[in-house]
């Protein structure tokens, strides 16, 4: 349901977001992320160009409304393709096959969108894009002149961690690397896609304690694979430690996370695997 705000709320200068399940920004004539702010939310005709983080659903949700009003969609290459085709996500989870509809979640179903220009050929002086995947492979931010940085979910606060336990992402290298970076760049202001803005002393203190959030979950998994464990039992374990929501949905956004996990810890030589009797094994090394 869309969190419902009189107007759009100022950051900085010409900076400005509306509050939501997953917040918009607003930067002159862009909208950044219109997954659950839509065209008659947004009161405006202004809107040249929508600028999507990352091709999830709760992101972009309401972007092919803009686009009928003839602004252009701006997407990453490697997110585009998530954002035309959003069945590509629902498929990614269940090893490409058609899952149950019980088994799809929320965040990766919605309407299709064209994207009319990538990210990485798009510029203007005024606001510029950094990559930081490892939420997805094409995750990027957005920093205005305003000093605002509309992270979209390459950085989670300390709320946001303790709300759902165990955010997603699919590569915890990669998001490291992009918590690193976001520590190095110039903003003064970071608005996430979910939660509340932050100035930079406070989302400086986010990145550290989201670093280790991804070190604590590659702990408990070392942990709990002292013996060699299945990947089916692996799961149960772990969602039991961290008391996960229970939902058939959640088991699977919690098994590609865990195979994100075991699979950086395998290539850092901590974590190895054997097949056995068509089961797959882990274990610490």
């Not at 961690?161 to 490291?176: A, F, Q, T, V």
């Not at 989201?210 to 990947?231: A, F, K, M, N």
Request: overall charge negative; some cysteine; aromatic content about 12%.
């Amino acid at each position: 349901m869309v969190s419902k705000v009189k107007g759009p709320i100022k950051v900085a200068g010409n900076s400005y977001y509306m509050p939501a399940t997953s917040n918009a920004g607003l930067f002159k004539g862009y909208v950044i992320d219109p997954g659950s702010v839509g065209y008659d939310d947004l009161c405006r005709d202004d809107v040249h160009s929508v600028l999507i983080t990352h091709g999830h659903n709760d992101h972009f949700r309401h972007a092919h409304e803009f686009r009928e009003k003839g602004a252009r969609v701006i997407a990453s290459k490697d997110d585009a393709l998530l954002v035309r085709n959003p069945e590509v996500n629902v498929r990614g989870l269940f090893s490409w096959a058609r899952p149950p509809a019980e088994m799809i979640t929320p965040y990766f179903q919605g309407d299709a969108c064209e994207v009319d220009l990538y990210v990485e050929d798009w510029l203007d002086s005024s606001i510029k894009s950094v990559w930081l995947p490892g939420h997805t492979l094409g995750e990027y931010g957005f920093i205005t002149e305003d000093a605002v940085l509309y992270s979209g979910d390459s950085l989670y606060s300390k709320e946001i961690w303790s709300k759902y336990k165990l955010p997603y992402s699919i590569d915890p290298e990669l998001c490291r690397e992009s918590l690193i970076k976001i520590k190095g760049l110039d903003f003064d202001y970071v608005v996430p896609g979910h939660g509340d803005p932050m100035e930079r002393d406070d989302a400086l203190k986010a990145a550290d304690y989201h670093l280790e959030q991804l070190d604590r979950v590659d702990e408990i998994i070392l942990g709990l694979i002292e013996e060699p464990v299945s990947t089916e039992s692996l799961v149960t374990r772990f969602s039991y430690k961290l008391d996960l929501y229970k939902s058939l949905n959640n088991y699977w956004l919690t098994l590609v996370m865990l195979k994100g996990h075991l699979s950086s810890l395998n290539h850092k030589g901590k974590v190895a695997y054997r097949l056995e009797n068509y089961c797959m094994y882990w274990y610490k090394v």
